[in-house]
């Protein structure tokens, strides 16, 4: 039972290239989320799915879309990658409803620098 | 507005004295204030949360206290260990979930 699991670890782009975030949970938890961290800033919610084929906008959208492929994975694109998306980047899963009263399961996270 | 304050931002305490860190919220509808401890380069773990339907949660050495009338929470560590020290972060929820900027806890030996 690995939890949430993201890849890939560690990314460096130069700006206006694109890459997907991968995560995948085997929890069997219907909801998931984005987020990025930056430094003094906390986790931000970049999008949450409630679950499979449905998406919604968290507090910092912008830049980014989403894919909930099926009820394990939830991808995250960068279509054309900017400086200021430089960040960690956690996907989290959770039981029942989105943004319920239940504890969010993290990843590792992944570290990616925009040149 | 809807932003949760953490305070302080950077807490340094002696092994085996307590530690508190304070969130304080504005949106009354919340109603789910979870606490995430992050250790340097790993991902945020859940350490306790509580529901506002109770004033106070105890887990061993950790505690939460809430108070809905004042909008603000507190996470407790007594008895604090070296391994105690990471950065600290609140959450409260409603129809979002918002957290604070975190608490960095030094552990002086």
């Known amino acids: 039972n690995a939890g949430v699991t993201q890849t890939p670890k560690f990314q460096v782009l130069k700006t206006g290239q694109s890459m997907t975030l991968q995560c995948a949970q085997d929890?069997?938890?219907?909801?998931m989320y984005w987020y990025r961290q930056d430094p003094g800033m906390g986790l931000r919610l970049i999008y949450y799915?409630?679950?499979?084929?449905?998406?919604d906008k968290g507090e910092v959208p912008n830049g980014y879309n989403v894919s909930r492929l099926n009820k394990r994975e939830f991808s995250l694109r960068l279509e054309s990658a900017a400086p200021s998306q430089t960040s960690v980047y956690f996907c989290?899963?959770?039981?029942?409803?989105?943004?319920?009263?239940?504890?969010?399961?993290f990843g590792d996270g992944t570290r990616l620098s925009i040149l | 507005g809807e932003n949760v304050e953490q305070h302080p931002s950077t807490l340094s305490v002696q092994e085996g004295d307590s530690a508190v860190i304070k969130c304080t919220y504005s949106?009354?509808?919340?109603?789910?204030f979870p606490w995430y401890k992050q250790e340097l380069g790993k991902r945020p773990q859940l350490i306790i949360d509580?529901?506002?339907?109770?004033g106070e949660k105890k887990d061993q050495r950790i505690a939460v206290t809430l108070n809905k009338t004042a909008k603000h929470f507190s996470l407790h560590i007594t008895e604090t260990q070296p391994e105690d020290s990471a950065v600290y972060f609140c959450?409260?929820?409603?129809?979002?979930?918002?957290f604070g900027k975190g608490t960095r806890l030094h552990i002086l030996p």
């Open positions: 989290a899963s959770s039981e029942g409803a989105a943004l319920s009263n239940q504890p969010q399961h």
């Open positions: 929890m069997n938890h219907n909801s």
């Open positions: 799915s409630a679950s499979e084929g449905t998406t």
């Open positions: 949106d009354s509808a919340s109603n789910y």
């Open positions: 509580i529901r506002s339907n109770v």
């Open positions: 959450a409260r929820r409603d129809d979002k979930i918002i």
